[in-house]
């Protein structure tokens, strides 16, 4: 047995082995896996496949998927059968307000992918201007959250705890999209104080009780509303922008 590696793992259980596999395929070769039993013998020997498909992030969900198409491709990879059947999972919500955390933490993760998308590919005012229409198709379509809001946030405390966290760091994305706009010369330097997090602000205010509004004063949302909405946003977003961004928003 070797005495010396560069990296030495302590236990194959699935932390280990996981790391070991990650770590050789990303091109590391001097590595040594000690395990004092048998591989896999400890709580991992328990687990039924460790992939859950219970979602409570989308970072978490990646890491689920991840997991699963892993699994698929393990055998054709090694010639070893893992036994693996993707059988995906139920989950059962006995109240109502499990089915509305349920429901919260699955718009959440279809946002948080949006936001993804949107940092990771070239980011310019046009892809910020799908990125608005994504994200109220989004709000239109988890409609009884919207129309429901403060009820929702007054009765569910876990949903209320999440929302107020996740408040701040929307705020930190909002900011770091503006930051890179305005190294593009599409966005202008603030001229008030904190500026552009006011300008978060509103529009988080506008986004979550947009639908709302229209309940009580129109008597019901319908598909003209995600018009009303972009263009909406896109009206308070423009004073914002240079000379350059006008032109990009005049050809968007
Ligand atoms: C009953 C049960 C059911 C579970 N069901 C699920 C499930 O359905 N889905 C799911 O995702 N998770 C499940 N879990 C949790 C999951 O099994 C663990 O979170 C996971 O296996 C932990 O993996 P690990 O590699 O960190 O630890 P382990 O699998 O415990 O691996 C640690 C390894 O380190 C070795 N070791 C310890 N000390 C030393 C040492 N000094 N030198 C060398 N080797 C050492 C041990 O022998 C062991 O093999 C379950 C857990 C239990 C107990």
């Known amino acids: 047995m070797k005495s010396q590696a560069k990296v030495v793992i302590v236990g194959g259980g699935i932390m280990g082995v996981s790391l070991l596999y990650h770590l050789t395929k990303e091109g590391w070769t001097d590595i040594v896996l000690v395990e004092k039993g048998e591989l896999t013998s400890g709580s991992t020997w328990h687990a039924a ?14 890491v689920h998927l991840h997991s699963t198409n892993l699994y698929k491709q393990l055998e054709k ?12 999972s139920l989950r059962l919500a006995y109240k109502k307000e499990d089915i509305d955390t349920a429901l919260y933490f699955e718009l ?27 994200l109220f198709d989004l709000i239109f379509e988890y409609r009884f959250i919207f129309l429901d809001f403060v009820h ?23 900011i770091q999209i503006i930051e890179m706009l305005k190294m593009q010369g599409v966005f202008r330097e603030e001229a008030l104080p904190d500026e552009y997090e006011k300008l978060y602000g509103r529009i988080q205010v506008y986004s979550d009780f947009y639908l709302s509004s229209v309940e009580i004063i129109e008597g019901g949302v ?3 509303h995600k018009t009303h909405y972009k263009t909406n946003i896109q009206y308070a977003i423009y004073p914002y922008l240079t000379e350059k961004g006008r032109t990009e928003f005049a050809n968007m």
């Open 77 to 88: 990879e090694t010639g070893q059968a893992t036994g693996f059947h993707d059988c995906g």
């Open 152 to 174: 929702l946030m007054k009765s569910n405390k876990k949903v209320a705890t999440h929302y107020k966290e996740l408040l701040k760091f929307r705020k930190l994305q909002f």
């Open 222 to 224: 319908t598909e003209i």
């Open 108 to 134: 959440v993760a279809c946002m948080d992918s949006i936001h993804e998308k949107l940092i990771t590919e070239a980011l310019s005012l046009a892809t910020l201007g799908n990125f608005t229409e994504y």
């Open 49 to 62: 496949g460790q992939c859950p498909h219970m979602i409570g992030s989308y970072n978490l969900a990646k």
